[in-house]
Each structure stands twice: as C-alpha cells, then as structure tokens.
C-alpha cells in the first residue's frame, strides 16, 4: 500500500526530522522560558529575527557559525526586552509577548528592506551542507534519515539532551523548576527570582531565534517575508504537548515533522481528488487533536504567567 | 497540657539575637515603636499580638526583607562575639543562622522535599548534584529531631503538616540557630499542633532558639518559655509563660478586657433546616456526604467540627443552595425543597459566612457600600424605578461602618483595602442585617485575632438570641466548644448525630475528628454514621 510505502521510506523520516528541527530550537526556548513561570509569546518574533539576522550576517561575509551566534544574539536581545517587561515590571506577559513578536517582525523586515532596497529575488547564501560522516552517513536508512542532515539539526538533537540535563541535573535547573511553580521557595533560599527568570528567558528566546536561523541558513539559503509562517505558535502549542518536558518536546516537534512531511507525500498520491489545502490543514489538525488528548491533563508550572514581586508573599 | 519542661538559662553568654530599639515608620504609620527584643540558645519566645500590631514588619526587618528606620539588630556569631547584622540583606541573616517557616509556605510543590531543601545551598552552576551528604545530614537531622517526612515525595503529595516539616528542616540545613514561626498552627490539626510543639521543645532542648509568632493564647501557654506582647507596634509586655494566663495577656495583646464568649441556656425553636440521609458523591472524599442526618433549630448554634477537608465544603454548598443531594431530602421549615439554587435558599432566610471570606464573601474592587448591597440588589430597598438606588447603599453602608466598628476608609473605598477582621465584619454586617432565619457560618473566625473573634462570636450569638439557628462549621475546638449548643463531628463525609456540648470531652473530640474513634450513640434513637468507615 502507498501509505506504507511512504511511512518506510528513508527521505520521508530524513524530510520529517529536517521539519522538526526548527521546532525543537523553539520548542525548548519556550519550555525553558514557561518553565522559569514566563509564556514567551515574543516566539515568532523571535524566530523572524533570527532568520534574518543569521542569514544577513552570513550575507554580509561571516562565516555560518557566526551567523548561528549573530541569531542566537538577536534572540537573546528580543527575549531581554520581553524579560525586563514581564519579570521585574511583572506587565502581562501576553501583551509583551505579542509586542515583542509584532516589534521583531517588523524590525527584522525594516532591516532587510533598508539594507536591500532594489533587489527582486532575494538574495542567496551558501547554507550548511548536509553531513557526510564517514561510515554513519553510509548507513542503510539511517544514515540518510538522520546521520546526512546539516550540523544546526545535530545541534538541536545535542540541546535536547543539554537541556534535559541541565534541567533534571544540575543545581540551575532545579532552581529554573522551583522559580516557575512558587518564586518565594527561591527567594527563601536566598536566590534571585529575576536573575532566574530573565536568564532563562533570554536563554530561551536565543534557542527560539536558531529555529529561525535554521531556515535561511540550513532548510533554505534565503530570506523571505512570512517565512516563519506560525512555526512559533506551533512551538507554543507543542509546549503544552511535552508537558514542559525535553525529551517529549522533541517527540512532539518529530511527530508535527512527520505529519508535514506525510500530507505533502499523501497529496502527490490522492491529490487528485482532494484540494491542497486540506493536506496543509492535516498537521494543524493533529496537532489540535493532540493536544486536547495530552493537554487537557496538563500539569502547568504553577506560577506560569504569575508576575512575582520582592518583598510580596 | 504541660508547660515546657526545660528552662533554659539567660546569662549573657548564651544570648543569640538582640533587638534594640526597632522603629519603622510607613509614612504616617508606626509599625514598629522601639522595640527591644533577647532570645536566647535554648529559649521558645513567643511574640504575640493581634493582626496590625507589628509582629510581622519586626520579622521582616530581622529578616532584611525591610530596613529599620532605627535601632539595631545584633546576633552572636559562631564564635559567640555580638555583630550587628547588616540591614536589608536576606543572605546576611541567613549566614547568620537565622530560618524563617513562613505562614504560607515558600515550597516549591512540583519538587521532592530534598531537592527543596537543597534549592540554593550549593553552587548554582554545576554539572551535576550530590545528593548523597544531604541525604546523611538531613538523616541525623531527622532522627534527632523527630521531624519525619518522606522526603523523596513531591510535596504536592505531602500534607500540609509534613509540608511544615519540610519548611523547618529546610532551616536547620542550613544549620539554624534561631527559628522563626510565623504562626505555624494556623493550618494544622490539633494532633499535628501538639507533635509540632512536642519536636520544638525536643529542637530547643538541643540550643535552638525559637521565635514563634502567634495569636492562638492556649498554644502560646503550652510551649513558650517567654512571652513578648506587642500592641499597636509597641511592646506593652514581657512575661515568662510561668507567671502568665489566658486572661492576662489577652488583655495585655487588646488593651482592654476581652469579653469571655458565653451562651445563655435557651430553649431551641423549631427545625428550620433538616437533611435526612442526604448523600453527594463526587469522588473525593473533600467534596463528598454520605448518608448525612443534620438538623438546625431556631436559637440553637449547632457546631460542624472537622479537620478541614472531610466534607465540609459540600455541607456548606448544599446548605447555600449551590449543590444539590444525589439523594435524601431537605427540609427548609418543615417544606421538602425541590428547587436547589442560591437564590430560593437566601429568599427562604439562609445567609451565609463564606469559608474564604476575600474569594468568596466580596468583591475586592468593588466599593464597601457595594459589597454589603451585593446579595440584595434585586430588593426593592436598593432600587429606586429599577435603577440601583445609590444614596440608599450608601446609607445602608455607613451604618452598616458604625454598627459593627468595620475600620475603612468609608463606604467607597475598595473593599480589598480592609484587613480580614473587618471584611469579617463587613459580612457579619451584610448576613446579619439581613435578620436571616439560618446562619451557615464556615470557618467564620479563621485567622482573626482575639479580639475580632470575640466580636464575631458575640454577633452569632446575638443572632441566636434573637431566634436565628447558626451552623458553625469549624476545626477550632474553643470556639466550638465556647458557644455552640451542640455539636457533630465531620469526618470522611460522614457526620456524627449531634451531641450537646456540655456533655463533650475536648480530646475525644479530637480523636473524632481525627476519624479514630465513633460518635457514642445517639440518644434519640437516629441512625449513628460512623466516622472512618470509609476512607
């Protein structure tokens, strides 16, 4: 059967996990972020800035890591700008957030319609080239599905496991998990409420801006407008999906990578006789579905989107 | 039970902290009126006083949460040398050895207890955490305090008494020397109460110093070794607990004698509410009744007593008209109710004094005057062609302010800006004037201090003078004891048949409660429910 045929197949798994790589970015910024008590709403913003400032800087002649730390830089600037209005001016972090996403968009288009005033077709970048380890790549399967991706791809799957342990394992990451469900347990212990929270949520927001970065750098070689396309909002979602948990989040980014990769493979197959929108649909609808299984037991950090203040219990 | 059995010394040597002279000023406001204060190693000293009288602000200040405006905070270092502690800074008194177990608990519930404890006590940014020289000292720590929690539960699934544990040992980790309580019994069982004090005077046998703050006078009596009263942000005494009794330093703590709570016998009325075999099921025991006999008389303040938890809220619900029974009936004046909602209830004369008086009894931004008009705006005193008359809330609101002392700013102040004692008195006011027939009073003096609580037992007992009948929902055994007629025991869903309170024997309340022992039958002859039958 076809289906079968598509679901075994080495490029679908290779096409899914490329689709799920900038999720994972997004996906642990914003668990790391509503883990510390702050929903980052600023996302896809962030993701935008990201994409633009990598692929500029790469561009304008620096090397592709650079522009990886150009994003990550771009990110942690939008996410410093959320951090100081919500965390110790305690404003809705909604609000913010949405500010912040409508701010980075628009700065980030400005940017590129200022320093490219002319141009048509936008200009292109040498991205990242799909690895070639010796032996792994060789594989059968899995060596094209997983072990021929770009080295940002490998980056997200080594965050994962970073975050994982930085979160479960270390004494950082059990104070990011104290601040976000009661902030008073941490200030009793004579800890900084603020330091956690804006450092987690400028980490954050520069995991979110490398998921953008992946896109003009490593997915495609260029900049376009509306690129980013609601990625950020799938993260937030996908968020809940993980129960703010790594492992899960990139289970959940991999699961919305194989619906994506699936619908386009199913509409060549009975496009006939379906219109493509609905294949687009499909993976926002699973999604949808999923998270009304998973979420409707969500266990949310308690003192998520809870404004704290020194000196007030 | 017995005073503290050992006494400890109080030569200069063994002092551990001095206040002197403590002053803080918010504007106009003195909240702390120089204020000397010792503690010695060894010692219990309970301060004491009515909510507003300072003790809080002093603890912030020792704590650097505030800076004194003047005086000076002076702690015995390790060494014994007397050093000033810095002001203002949170981390100093904690080097200085001092732990603080707040009233509401600073734990993080998604977390075990160890990790709680260990939060912030090792260097923030490591690879990895030693877990295994926490577990050994918090093992000693354990054993030789007698503070036993399983301390690899997340605390969400600990009880609120193990949760305090958590608190203090999260303090003598970071090898305290002086422990703050800030009134530690206000969520606690009687039992849980008793094996608290019971492990304090064990952890100041061993030369912790403690400061407990409190209100509650029995506890303060049975623990203490020294007692400091503060009133209207002064020290107005300073006693050993050997020399004090309830009287006197209740009078000390509100300036003026507290007027003991008595009932007058009298005849009970006629049946206004009855539930016959009334049972809820929801699942959880909290939200639960089973097969529940209650009946309430004209002129009679029957007592509901339970550790919070057992059933009371789906009492208090049902009774309010905001649930209604899977089966049983209700009875209001002898008249099968068949229309449960609150309206039809409040219209037949029930009124009520919600649990949670700030969430549930008003409307924080809404004006004083407003709240008291808020259960009757559909009445035809506040309307005036349809419309809210507002001159006539107004009215109604300052003598409603006059009435029952309700200290505000005036009746259109927002009605989050009063104290808990007077949004009490401002729904006493509400409930009151109402002249209702029932009064379901749910926990109606919780965290109120002496002398607003002798205010609210003097208001329901006028109202049971005046023919009301009270149900007073309550896990404070004095009070229940001090002015109910009878009183039944909510355990598991189930209630006990009530039983007349001269006639209660004040620890065999407590094991009811507790769901350790059977009510003793019923002298009318009523089915008898067992508490603890099921779980």
Request: hydrophobic residues 45%; negative net charge.
């Amino acid at each position: 059967m076809e289906i079968i045929d598509i679901l075994l197949a080495a490029s679908f798994w290779e096409a899914a996990i490329r689709i799920a790589t900038p999720l994972i970015f997004g996906v642990l910024g914003a668990l790391i972020c509503e883990r510390a008590g702050v929903l980052n709403l600023g996302i896809e913003g962030i993701f935008t800035a990201g994409a633009m400032a990598g692929w500029m800087a790469v561009w304008l002649g620096a090397g592709l890591w650079g522009g990886v730390l150009v994003a990550a830089l771009a990110g942690a600037f939008f996410g410093l700008i959320h951090a100081i209005l919500t965390v110790p001016l305690g404003l809705s972090q909604h609000v913010s957030g949405i500010g912040v996403t409508l701010l980075a968009t628009s700065l980030s288009y400005f940017t590129y319609r200022t320093a490219l005033p002319d141009v048509s077709s936008p200009p292109r970048i040498e991205p990242f080239r799909p690895l070639d380890i010796p032996f792994l790549s060789d594989l059968p399967f899995i060596g094209q599905a997983l072990f021929s991706q770009t080295a940002m791809t490998m980056l997200a799957l080594v965050l994962v496991f970073v975050t994982g342990w930085v979160l479960y394992r270390t004494p950082l990451g059990l104070a990011i998990r104290a601040v976000g469900d009661n902030p008073s347990s941490v200030e009793a212990q004579g800890l900084s409420v603020y330091g956690l929270r804006i450092g987690a949520v400028v980490v954050g927001s520069s995991l979110m801006a490398l998921g953008g970065a992946f896109l003009t750098m490593s997915a495609f070689d260029a900049f376009f407008f509306g690129m980013i396309n609601g990625r950020g909002w799938v993260c937030i979602a996908l968020t809940v999906f993980a129960s703010w948990r790594p492992g899960k989040a990139l289970i959940g980014a991999l699961l919305f990578g194989a619906f994506d990769a699936f619908q386009v493979r199913l509409q060549t197959e009975v496009g006939a006789f379906l219109p493509s929108q609905v294949f687009l649909m499909m993976p926002y609808i699973l999604s949808i579905i999923a998270l009304i299984v998973v979420a409707r037991k969500a266990d949310y950090p308690k003192a998520l989107l809870v404004p704290w203040f020194k000196g007030q219990r | 039970m017995s005073s503290a059995a050992h006494t400890p010394s109080e030569t200069s040597q063994d002092l551990l902290l001095s206040l002197a002279g403590v002053t803080k000023r918010f504007g106009s406001l003195v909240a702390n009126d120089a204020i000397d204060l010792t503690v010695h190693k060894g010692e219990i000293v309970a301060l004491l006083g009515e909510n507003g009288a300072g003790k809080t602000t002093l603890m912030n200040i020792l704590f650097g949460h505030y800076v004194a405006d003047e005086g000076t905070v002076t702690v015995a270092g390790r060494d014994g040398n007397l050093e000033q502690l810095e002001p203002g800074a949170p981390q100093a008194a904690l080097d200085a050895g001092i732990g603080m177990v707040h009233q509401h608990f600073t734990l993080a519930e998604n977390l075990t207890g160890l990790d709680n404890i260990v939060l912030g006590t090792e260097p923030i940014f490591r690879l990895r955490r030693d877990r295994s020289s926490a577990r050994a000292k918090l093992g000693e720590l354990m054993a030789g305090s007698g503070l036993n929690v399983d301390l690899d539960q997340p605390v969400y699934k600990l009880t609120v008494g193990e949760k305090q544990r958590v608190e203090i040992l999260k303090a003598l980790y970071r090898n305290a020397r002086l422990l703050v309580l800030d009134e530690p019994t206000a969520v606690l069982t009687p039992q849980e109460a008793d094996s608290l004090f019971a492990i304090l005077r064990k952890l100041a046998a061993t030369g912790l110093a403690v400061i407990i703050i409190a209100h509650k006078l029995a506890e303060v009596l049975a623990v203490s070794h020294r007692i400091a009263v503060l009133r209207g942000g002064a020290k107005v005494g300073e006693l050993k607990t050997s020399d004090a009794n309830h009287k006197s330093i209740a009078e000390l703590m509100v300036g003026r004698e507290v007027p003991a709570s008595r009932r007058t016998p009298r005849a009970p009325g006629k049946p206004v509410i009855t539930l016959a075999d009334v049972t809820i099921d929801r699942g959880d025991s909290r939200r639960s009744l089973h097969g529940v006999n209650v009946t309430a008389r004209e002129g009679e303040i029957l007592g509901i007593a339970g550790v919070s938890g057992n059933g009371q809220a789906a009492l208090a619900q049902l009774i309010a008209g905001l649930d209604k029974p899977d089966s049983g009936t209700v009875e209001i004046f002898g008249e099968k109710v068949t229309k449960f909602d609150a309206h039809t209830f409040a219209q037949n004369g029930i009124a009520r004094i919600p649990e949670d008086r700030h969430h549930d009894g008003m409307v924080g931004s809404m004006t004083v005057a407003e709240n008291i008009a808020i259960e009757d705006v559909r009445s035809a005193e506040y309307q005036k062609l349809g419309f809210l008359d507002f001159e006539a809330i107004r009215k109604r609101a300052e003598h409603a302010i006059a009435d029952y002392d309700v200290r505000c700013p005036g009746p259109d102040a927002p009605a989050r800006l009063l104290s808990g004692g007077n949004i009490q008195k401002l729904i006493l006011a509400r409930v009151l004037e109402k002249s209702p027939k029932l009064i379901l009073a749910n926990q109606p003096s919780r965290g109120l201090d002496v002398g607003a609580q002798s205010e609210v037992h003097r208001r329901l007992l006028e109202a049971r003078e005046s023919g009301a009948a009270i149900i007073l929902i309550s896990e404070d055994l004095d009070e229940l004891l001090t002015i109910s007629d009878q009183i039944a025991v909510i355990h598991a869903g189930h209630i006990t048949p009530a039983m007349p309170t001269d006639s209660i024997d004040r620890s065999e309340l407590g094991l009811m409660m507790a769901g350790q022992k059977a009510a003793p039958h019923a002298p009318d002859g009523t089915t008898t429910t067992k508490p603890g039958e099921t779980a």
